[in-house]
């Protein structure tokens, strides 16, 4: 086990600090022994789900821009730690994915968080190329917004588009907010199948 290279420590916290690996595993997380050690610890110990996988929301690290929430697995997350490229779990392919291994817009890791009960990975990436993170063109997968309030004029005057919101007996509208694309994704992905799936 290295020694925690960030961070003081908290005295007396010596014995949860390092954590002891993942019987069985590579070595690369620690086992979830308690609470304390899970929520105040110093050894990465992520909880996966019962499909071995762990959310990624993935920002901007210059902008702080939602880019992307994407799944990891094990080896997904190992990957990522190791190279500082982002890695994730395709779940439409069931393959792990090198993002940009494609595209080109390959994510470079500038900061890795975990959140306090550790079933949860937020990236602050760089992106290559034209910036985007999203197959279907754009910088961002949140590129479409849901428009709020559905009865028309109880909110009026509050923000653009909330009167317009929910038409009734039809679905909520979504509302575009990126202006273009930043690349054809025709031109870049040609045949493949679409993640997509309905
Ligand atoms: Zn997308």
């Known amino acids: 086990m290295k020694p925690d290279q960030n961070g003081p420590k908290p005295s007396g916290a010596s014995a949860v600090s390092g954590g002891s690996a993942v019987p069985g595993g590579s070595g690369a997380f620690a086992a979830r022994l308690s609470v304390e050690q899970v929520e105040e610890g110093f050894a990465l110990a992520p909880k996966f789900d019962a499909e071995g996988l762990i959310p990624c929301i993935t920002t901007d690290a210059a902008t702080g821009e939602v ?29 792990l994915w090198r993002k940009g291994a494609t595209s080109g817009l390959a994510q470079k890791v500038e900061e890795m968080r975990v959140d306090d009960d550790q079933d949860a990975i937020w990236l602050r990436v760089r992106v290559a190329g034209s910036g985007a993170s999203c197959h279907v063109g754009y910088r961002s997968c949140f590129y479409r ?9 109880s909110l ?25 694309k930043t690349f054809d994704p025709k031109a870049v992905y040609g045949d493949a199948p679409n993640p997509t799936q309905l």
């Open 67 to 95: 880019l992307m929430l994407g799944y990891m697995n094990g080896a997904a997350l190992e990957k990522t730690i190791a190279t500082g490229e982002a890695h994730y779990w395709s779940r439409s392919r069931q393959c």
């Open 145 to 153: 917004s849901v428009e709020l309030g559905g009865q028309s004029g």
């Open 156 to 180: 009026a005057g509050d923000s653009p588009g909330i009167s317009s919101g929910i038409s009734p007996g039809g679905p909520a509208r979504l509302r575009l907010e990126e202006s273009r």
